[in-house]
């Protein structure tokens, strides 16, 4: 039987949802997992339905290889690419080549034994990515670009690719960090996160799903909400059967991109205000959106509304009617339809506590 075996895990995920795969699968002692990011749900999936050791196993053709590894009992909270091996040196630095603290992202830098002398034939590609070690006399470091920080206990967390940063109304973005949270929600099986343009124009990211029975999109907004700041928040998501994969295993996210093409957000039908409040809340949110007309069953986060525009949403509805509610109404209620009967509750709340009031003070004033 075979006891070993290194994949790259979207390789895996095939090979697990394939059922002839179960019986080589199960006859594993030790599973090594690399060459992308490993989700927290395939790891999940692996140890419910397997007893072998999982791997998380990190490093570039350039140190030759492997130079992290995650051994299994590292993998039992947050899934990182866990410490460097023997001979080896790794450090996250700025674009100073400054060390950086625990918790501060910067670029994956190594050094030691694995280290290539370069590229053949390219010695400018060679002095780009190979450097000097500013912390060992004659030493060499490798440029990954590779975007990681340090965790507290000493693991090492990769974020992503430098150049897979994006820029999203003034705020540099990491996808693969929203989408390592994105697959340690249940129901999601695959994430690859994407920046493409919203309906008012500006960049919105989108966020391009693999899931069994995943929480709707009010709920994914939520969870992620509890983990990301609101910028970092998907503006929609996409449901695809599966992702596209490179001739090496790993996720094609130009073949995703070329996919999300195809799967513009479908307009809902126009439905006009009801009521008085409902008609204040469309005057709102297309003064908010600029978009006219809205419908009252349009979402607002669909409709390209984020964070600052959320707050611009906020102080209108309470200067315009006179009450109190929270950014956190905002993404519960997120149509008009939804938003008019919650203010239409509080403002019958009020209007009971105000009349309440009114009665105590004359009764005071009575006796």
């Not at 697959?183 to 919203?198: D, F, H, K, Q």
């Not at 959106?289 to 509304?305: A, K, M, Q, Y």
Request: net charge negative; hydrophobic share 40%.
């Amino acid at each position: 039987p075979i006891t070993m075996m290194q994949s790259t895990p979207s390789l895996l995920r095939l090979l697990e949802e394939e059922g002839s795969s179960a019986k080589v699968l199960g006859s594993l002692r030790a599973l090594l997992l690399g060459g992308e990011a490993l989700p927290a749900s395939l790891l999940a999936q692996l140890r419910s339905r397997y007893t072998m050791s999982v791997y998380n196993m990190y490093g570039p053709t350039e140190t030759t290889i492997w130079s992290c590894v995650c051994p299994p009992e590292s993998l039992d909270g947050q899934v990182s690419i866990g410490r460097p091996v023997l001979n080896t040196r790794v450090y996250v630095l700025n674009s100073h080549r400054q060390l950086l603290p625990v918790g501060v992202a910067g670029e994956l830098y190594i050094g030691g034994e694995g280290v290539t002398p370069g590229y053949l034939h390219r010695e400018e590609l060679t002095a780009e990515r190979f450097v000097a070690d500013p912390f060992v006399a004659g030493g060499r470091l490798y440029r990954t670009g590779d975007l990681a920080r340090w965790l507290p206990d000493g693991r090492l967390e990769c974020l992503g690719r430098l150049d897979d940063q994006v820029k999203v109304r003034g705020h540099r973005i990491e996808p693969g960090e929203i989408e390592a949270v994105l697959t340690g929600i249940p129901g999601i099986r695959e994430a690859v996160v994407l920046v493409e343009n919203s309906p008012r124009g500006d960049a919105g990211l989108v966020a391009c799903l693999v899931a069994d029975n995943a929480p709707d999109t009010g709920q994914l907004r939520a969870l992620l909400g509890k983990q990301l700041p609101p910028y970092m928040i998907p503006w929609r998501f996409v449901t695809l059967p599966e992702l596209p994969l490179t001739p090496n295993g790993k996720t094609d996210r130009k073949r995703v991109k070329e996919r999300l093409l195809t799967q513009t957000p479908v307009a809902n039908e126009y439905v006009g205000p009801a009521t008085p409040t409902e008609e204040k809340l469309q005057a709102i949110w297309e003064t908010v959106l600029e978009i006219s007309p809205v419908s009252v069953t349009d979402n607002f986060f669909t409709l390209g509304g984020q964070s600052l525009s959320g707050m611009k949403l906020l102080n209108m509805i309470r200067s315009r009617f006179a009450i109190k509610i929270g950014i956190a109404d905002i993404f519960n209620a997120q149509t008009i339809k939804e938003l008019a009967l919650l203010i239409d509750d509080i403002e019958k709340v009020n209007a009971i506590q105000t009349a309440d009031v009114q009665h105590i003070e004359k009764e005071e004033i009575i006796l």
